[in-house]
């Protein structure tokens, strides 16, 4: 087949072996499809019984009389004047059957008129279906019984040609009619029925494609597609009326615009597979305007001769093209689509080739035309391919929506993760401007005003109680804005600015400060650690440390830091303040400071000291309470220690007030 | 502690200090000359290089908010032309905005507006001595700028980039509260070498010149070409 020696030499300089081995696998694929094609074409069709044909017959046209044999051809003409005209006879006897005798056609072109003993029965060109000659349609006759003669009976058949090609009269069978129309019934199922039923289906895969495209505009494969199929689908429905067809120029046009459609299935092709438009990609539907221009403006012989001149080659150059095409895009993708395609395509150029030697007379015998029939391979092949493809395209879908899923699930954990780091530094940033902001007015205002005070009561006599009060406000001062900024939630650096603060204080009085430390890291960091939970710890240590200045006169004050494991195994820390002065006792509980201890009588003021330590201790259970720690006051003889425990955690909010 | 009674013997160390507000002034200089320092006084900027025109002192304490300007110019100047003063900021609260600014043009300590009367000497004897004195809150704002950051934060510009490994360890040891003979143990150095470390640290966040103040404002972004 010619469609088979030009695929081998447009991929001869293909150099992968592997393309190669598979290149060749495909042709010979399809050298196997068009085999069984072509036994399928020349199988047979089952005949009545030849006792029952009549084949011998007197040919009278254009004047001359001549014996034939059926089948036989006459030369086409353009006119449905002077038909050629058979004359035959059979024998009926009235003996022999009881039962309706039938005159039965199995195939002509293009019309016929039979006439028994001089009366007509049939005439086919009443039939819309007969009248096409893509369709090999049978014709029956049920002979009346009142025309059947004893003995021999005249047929004469008139055969009617239009059109191009010439006209063809197979064996003509007359007998019992329940002996025919079986073999009636078998071709009209074959011929005529089933490419109703596939023109049929090329109106729904229309429809669909119409479908597809209106909502996929920028898919102009489904556009071409649809066209197509549209076009196939009304050419086969139209109805072909010879003597007053409604609009016999568009009819014919119709009936010719086979090239056309198989340009837009060319397009289609070229559309789905190579994806993209050839420069002069509008040429393919050359042939088909200009038929459809003939077929609306010329003559209809002018359209017949211009169909097979200009139709029939462009409908096989169509097809070998789209053979191409296909190939190539089954050797690139070894799809399904493709495969189907490519041996749909071989399938009716077979058939195309057939039915052009039919035309040809060279294979003369039958002169059936299996294209139209083909062609439902094809109508096949596209509807599974498109099928094929959506399933996958919908299992794309459904794995892309599903790691799309996944995927906007982690880019969400990301943004939420970022989101929080954003935010926690957006507050840390806000924080520490408030902070240099509040440092800065504090600085020029309130910070400058107290040291004045300190520098005046020192200068002044007895005023020191003002500057006492003056830097205590300063050391509170510093305090605050100390624990604003943002340490990371490790006490030590809070500590460790409660250190230079805390020795200052403590030296004017001579009173040592013995920092110890277990470990470098110290406390364990809590991240949770805000400037209030700060705040708090250094004044309760603060309170510990005026404690001992103050009341206890000691002469060393001792921090310890550091970490244990409490009784779940969790890593808390502790800060002990122990000072070496006279302690206090306590009473109440535990819960208040009592009124009476030796410190507090050696600075004088007994009761109002009293309150004073009283007031101090509840501040420091309080304060404690607030941050969810652990406060112990152990006081005695040999001095007071004051154990902070820290909490696993800190508290987010101050609600526990104590 | 009397460093009076110890240093008097020997020749007196030359101050001078700037403050504008008199109390404190007086109250400073009162602390200084007790203990046996020479000490001239200025109130604003102008007196400020009038008595640096007459006499260059071993310790310039400056206070940053002028009247007649920023202390930061005077130390700037100061640094530049007398190499051998040390300079020391006078700070109300020792917080690091104004003390950093200051480290950044050359200073290499605060002292405390209120600090006792013996604080105040002994720190400037240190100084003296060598000791740049250095606070916990100090050394952690410095650390914390030495670690990555998206946004430049807030507070004055400070290019930690030629700090060592080391010495900004020994910043961490000093920012959680710990002595310089602990920080030593920590790390396994001699103690006395911290000092030195410190000085160093100081001397490495001072920006030298107004074209490298520049170009390292350039290098941290703070300024876009």
Not at chain 2, 43 to 53: D, F, H, I, V, Y
């Amino acid at each position: 087949m010619t469609d088979e020696a030009v695929k081998p030499a447009a991929f001869g300089g293909l150099k992968s072996r592997k393309s190669l081995s598979w290149l060749f696998q495909y042709v010979l694929l399809q050298v196997l499809i068009a085999i069984v094609c072509i036994v399928a074409l020349r199988h047979p069709l089952s005949a009545p019984p030849p006792r029952y044909s009549v084949t011998a017959f007197d040919l009278q046209d254009r004047g001359t009389t001549q014996s034939v044999t059926l089948p036989d051809f006459v030369p086409s003409r353009l006119s449905m004047q002077e038909p050629a005209s058979y004359t035959g006879s059979f024998d009926w006897s009235e003996g022999e059957a009881r039962s309706a005798w039938s005159v039965y056609l199995p195939r002509f072109t293009n019309g016929v008129q039979v006439t028994v003993n001089g009366v007509e029965i049939l005439d086919s060109r009443r039939d819309p279906s007969a009248n096409r000659l893509d369709r090999a349609t049978p014709e029956i006759a049920v002979i009346p019984a009142s025309l059947l003669r004893e003995g021999p009976n005249e047929l004469a058949i008139r055969l009617f040609v239009w059109g191009p090609i010439s006209g063809f009269l197979d064996r003509v069978y007359v007998g019992p009619d329940a002996a025919l129309r079986p073999f009636y019934g078998q071709r009209t199922l074959l011929f005529v029925n089933l490419p109703m039923v596939f023109a049929a289906w090329q109106g729904i895969l229309a429809v669909i494609l119409i479908v597809l495209w209106s909502v996929r505009r920028q898919e102009w494969a489904y556009g071409a597609l649809a066209a197509a199929m549209a076009l196939g689908a009304i050419q086969a429905f139209l109805p072909t009326v010879v003597d007053q067809p409604t609009f016999p120029r568009l009819t014919a046009t119709l009936i010719a615009s086979a090239p056309l459609e198989s340009g837009f299935v060319l397009a289609f092709g070229i559309l789905f597979f190579a994806r993209k438009w050839p420069r002069y990609g509008a040429l393919i539907f050359a042939p088909g305007v200009l038929l459809v221009l003939v077929g609306l403006f010329g003559s209809s012989g002018q359209l017949g001769k211009l169909f097979v001149v200009v139709g029939l080659p462009a409908i096989g150059l169509n097809l070998v093209l789209l053979a191409l095409i296909a190939a190539w895009s089954e050797l690139r993708r070894q799809d399904v689509p493709s495969l189907l395609l490519g041996c749909a395509v071989t399938i009716v150029l077979t058939c195309l080739i057939h039915d052009v030697l039919a035309v040809v007379q060279i294979l003369p015998d039958r002169r059936i035309f299996f294209t139209g029939l083909s062609y439902a391979a094809m109508v096949i092949a596209i509807g599974a391919g498109l099928t094929w493809r959506f399933a996958r395209a919908l299992n794309q879908v459904d794995g892309f929506a599903a790691r799309l899923v996944i995927q906007v699930r982690e880019a969400e954990e990301k943004l939420k993760a970022s989101f929080a780091r954003e935010e926690e530094r957006a507050r840390a940033a806000a924080l520490a401007r408030e902070r240099a902001r509040l440092m800065r007015d504090l600085h020029d205002g309130l910070g400058g005003q107290l040291v004045s005070i300190v520098a005046l009561s020192e200068r002044g006599e007895g005023g020191t109680g003002i500057g006492d009060a003056a830097r205590a406000a300063l050391k509170d001062l510093r305090l605050v804005i100390d624990s604003m900024d943002d340490i990371g939630g490790d006490l030590m650096l809070a500590l460790g600015s409660w250190r230079d603060r805390a020795s200052a204080q403590l030296r004017p009085h001579g009173i040592a400060l013995n920092w110890r430390a277990a470990t470098p890291q110290g406390l364990p960091v809590h991240p949770e650690l805000r400037p209030w939970h700060v705040i708090q710890i250094v004044r309760i240590l603060d309170e510990a440390l005026t404690n001992a200045v103050k009341h206890a006169g000691a002469t060393q004050v001792a921090v310890g830091i550091d970490t244990f494991a409490d009784a779940s195994g969790f890593a808390r820390g502790s800060i002990t303040v122990e000072d070496d002065g006279k302690g206090f006792a306590i009473a109440g509980g535990g819960d208040e400071l009592a009124a009476g201890g030796d410190a507090i009588k050696a600075d004088g003021d007994a009761a109002a000291d009293g309150e004073t330590a009283g007031r101090g201790l509840r501040n420091m259970r309080g304060r404690a309470a607030r941050c969810g720690a652990e406060l112990e006051l152990v006081s005695g003889a040999g001095g007071t220690r004051v154990r902070l425990t820290l909490p696993r955690r800190f508290p987010d909010s101050d609600a526990v007030a104590g | 502690m009397t460093p009076s009674s110890d240093e008097g013997p020997a020749r007196a160390i030359t101050i001078l200090l700037v403050e504008d507000d008199a109390p404190t002034r007086w109250r400073l200089q009162d602390a200084l000359a007790k203990a046996g320092f020479d000490v001239d006084a200025a109130a604003t900027l102008t007196e400020a290089r009038a008595s640096l025109a007459k006499r260059v002192p071993r310790v310039l304490l400056t206070d940053l908010q002028l009247p007649d300007g920023h202390g930061n110019d005077l130390i700037r100047a100061t640094r530049q032309r007398h190499p051998d003063t040390e300079i020391m900021v006078i700070s109300i609260l020792g917080d690091e905005e104004s003390v950093i600014s200051a480290i950044t043009v050359g200073a290499t300590g605060y002292l405390l507006k209120d600090a006792f009367p013996t604080d105040i000497a002994t720190t400037v004897h240190d100084l003296v001595a060598g000791h740049s004195p250095i606070s916990a809150s100090i050394a952690r704002f410095i650390v914390k700028r030495t670690q990555a950051s998206v946004e430049p934060p807030p507070g004055p510009p400070l290019n930690t980039t030629r700090l060592t490994p080391r010495e900004i360890d020994i910043l961490w040891g000093i920012a959680k509260g710990f002595s310089y003979a602990e920080i030593a143990g920590h790390l396994g150095l001699s103690r006395q070498t911290v000092p030195g470390h410190i000085k160093s640290i100081y001397r490495k966040l001072e920006v030298h010149t107004r074209g490298e103040a520049v170009f390292e404002a350039v290098q941290q972004g703070l300024i876009k070409l």
